[in-house]
């Protein structure tokens, strides 16, 4: 398992760190809630 963080695909600020099993290929997409933005946006795995 790695950690990955998430960044909000509105504002790009990095909100969380997930874990992520090395045996998923594609990048996380997740729809969590922005401190930020103050609403539930779509969440991206970064590098």
Same mark, same amino acid.
Do not use: I
């Given at each position: 398992? !790695?950690? &990955?963080? +998430?960044?909000?695909? &509105?504002?790009?600020?990095? !909100?969380? !760190? &997930? #874990? ?6 594609? @990048?996380?997409? +997740? /729809?969590?809630?922005?401190? @930020?933005? !103050?609403? #539930?946006? +779509? #969440? /991206?795995?970064? /590098?």
């Amino acid at each position: 398992m !790695n950690k &990955v963080p +998430l960044s909000c695909e &509105v504002c790009g600020s990095r !909100n969380y !760190n &997930v #874990h992520k099993t090395s045996d998923q290929k594609t @990048r996380l997409q +997740l /729809k969590k809630f922005c401190p @930020r933005c !103050n609403a #539930h946006t +779509l #969440h /991206k795995e970064s /590098k």
